[in-house]
């Protein structure tokens, strides 16, 4: 199976930050890569597929980057609804796999 | 409006089984794969199992490969998981999410149902 792996686990920013998550895959996964907002209590929200493509109503502040075994996703300025948790999905092969998210929290 | 709504969650004890249901509408429930994903209180995203539109390919993570078994019914509009021998390790919200694309073998997941939970405990 495909490992997936986020840094940081957590991380505390401002409002107006710009913000990068890493995702690093255990192989090359080409860009088969989505990234998913998830706040409590709520279902995860799709952000980003294919590694840079951005799904219809995300805001342009949101984009990723990538391919092969490492991936980014970045926040230009962060906006306060913007805290949240962050994961990375793998869909090159199966089982799909998801990185162990990263906390948005505010500094 | 494109929706996703499971059922079938609840308290079950170390052993049993249940039925989840995720009901569709909005789309052309059978041109879409379909995946189960679950999130364990307090911890991450784990992808469960996945099935092609047509039912005839189905996909498993290891941890549940030979408990959990995914099907649908395209006339009913209707995707489940069959999850049997729990255990405390199952408790978890279960989602079922739509594939982004029709007619694709590699997807990422657009449409998420509200989850339906699980407590396996005696």
């Known amino acids: 199976d495909i490992q997936m792996t986020q840094s940081p686990s957590t991380l505390s920013a401002s409002v107006g930050d710009r913000v990068t998550i890493t995702c690093r895959a255990s192989q090359s996964i080409s860009n088969w890569l989505a990234w998913y907002q998830q706040k409590p209590g709520k279902a995860p929200k799709l952000l980003i597929y294919k590694a840079s493509s951005l799904e219809s109503g995300v805001p342009s502040s949101f984009s990723g980057s990538g391919s092969g075994t490492e991936f980014t996703l970045t926040i230009s300025s962060l906006q306060p609804d913007d805290f949240a948790t962050y994961y990375c999905q793998q869909y090159n092969s199966y089982p799909n796999t998801f990185g162990q998210g990263t906390k948005l929290e505010i500094k | 409006e494109v929706q996703l709504l499971e059922s079938g969650g609840g308290l079950v004890q170390p052993g049993g089984s249940l039925r989840l249901s995720c009901a569709a509408s909005g789309f052309t429930f059978s041109s879409y794969d379909m995946t189960w994903v679950r999130q364990a209180p307090g911890k991450g995203l784990e992808w469960l199992s996945a099935i092609r539109s047509s039912g005839g390919y189905t996909f498993y993570a290891d941890s549940v490969k030979g408990r959990f078994t995914i099907s649908r019914d395209n006339s009913k509009n209707t995707l489940y998981l069959q999850v049997n021998s729990l255990r405390a390790e199952d408790t978890a919200v279960y989602y079922c999410?739509?594939?982004?694309?029709?007619?694709?073998?590699?997807?990422?997941?657009?449409?998420w149902g509200q989850g339906t939970t699980v407590t396996v405990s005696s």
């Open positions: 999410a739509k594939s982004t694309t029709s007619a694709a073998t590699r997807y990422a997941m657009d449409v």
